[in-house]
């Protein structure tokens, strides 16, 4: 059974950073794409990051391009999402997702999903 966990989340003060982490068992992470969704209140969930099963390339939601970095240690079976410049508009509760092949932007194509760790950032 593949299970993510997320963690990390928190309250910061706009222009504040914080680093996410999602550790992923039941699966080796070298196999799976990862991405990072978010979702605020009366909001669709919306795709934030992703990064291949190899690590070489990564994919940004222009929204968070420049500040965010998504990464992954394959040792640690973890995946980061480092948010650094943290806008009141970040707020929102960030998902962790996995799939097989190639990276999507659509949450749909995403097979295992975290339960989710809440970010609040305040002006």
């Known amino acids: 059974q593949v299970q993510l966990v997320e963690s990390g989340g928190g309250w910061v003060q706009a222009g504040g950073s914080l680093r996410l982490s999602c550790t992923i068992t039941g699966r080796t992470l070298n196999s799976l794409t990862m991405g990072w969704f978010r979702q605020a209140p009366g909001k669709q969930r919306e795709f934030v990051a992703y990064?291949?099963?190899?690590?070489?390339?990564?994919n940004y939601a222009d929204s968070v391009k420049g500040r965010f970095t998504i990464s992954r240690d394959n040792d640690k079976n973890t995946v980061y999402l480092q948010m650094n410049s943290l806008k009141p508009e970040d707020t929102a509760v960030y998902y962790c997702?996995?799939?097989?092949?190639?990276?999507?932007?659509?949450?749909?194509?995403?097979?295992?999903w975290g339960q989710g760790t809440q970010v609040t950032v305040s002006s």
């Open positions: 997702a996995a799939r097989t092949g190639w990276g999507r932007v659509n949450y749909i194509e995403y097979d295992y």
């Open positions: 990064i291949l099963w190899h690590g070489d390339i990564t």
